[in-house]
Nanobody, 123 residues
Framework: QVQLVDSGGGLVQAGGSLRLSCAAS????????MGWFRQAPGKEREFVAA????????YYADSVKGRFTISRDNAKNTVYLQMNSLKPEDTAVYYC????????????????WGQGTQVTVSS
């Protein structure tokens, strides 16, 4: 059974940093594109970042470029999202996702999802 467990969220002041983790079981992340999405209250889920399954280009949403970094530790079967210079508009529930194919920015094309972790950035 595939399980993605998101953690690392919390309350932080604007300009601060957080690192989110996504621990996978039941699948080997080496063979999956791993992505992060977020959903703010009253808004649709939106793409944040994705790291492809066979190397190559990493994708970021324009709103987080230069501030967020996605990475994967294949030995720990875990994906991370380092978030720096956080802004109040980054407040959302963040979800890890896995896709058994090349990178995509569409949430509908991901096969497995974590339960989400809340990130709140105060001004």
């Amino acid at each position: 059974q595939v399980q993605l467990v998101d953690s690392g969220g919390g309350l932080v002041q604007a300009g601060g940093s957080l690192r989110l983790s996504c621990a996978a079981s039941g699948l080997t992340i080496t063979y999956y594109t791993m992505g992060w999405f977020r959903q703010a209250p009253g808004k649709e889920r939106e793409f944040v970042a994705a790291v492809p399954w066979r190397g190559g280009r990493i994708y970021y949403a324009d709103s987080v470029k230069g501030r967020f970094t996605i990475s994967r530790d294949n030995a720990k079967n875990t994906v991370y999202l380092q978030m720096n210079s956080l802004k109040p508009e980054d407040t959302a529930v963040y979800y890890c996702a896995a896709r058994d194919a090349f990178s995509s920015v569409s949430s509908q094309e991901y096969d497995y999802w974590g339960q989400g972790t809340q990130v709140t950035v105060s001004s």
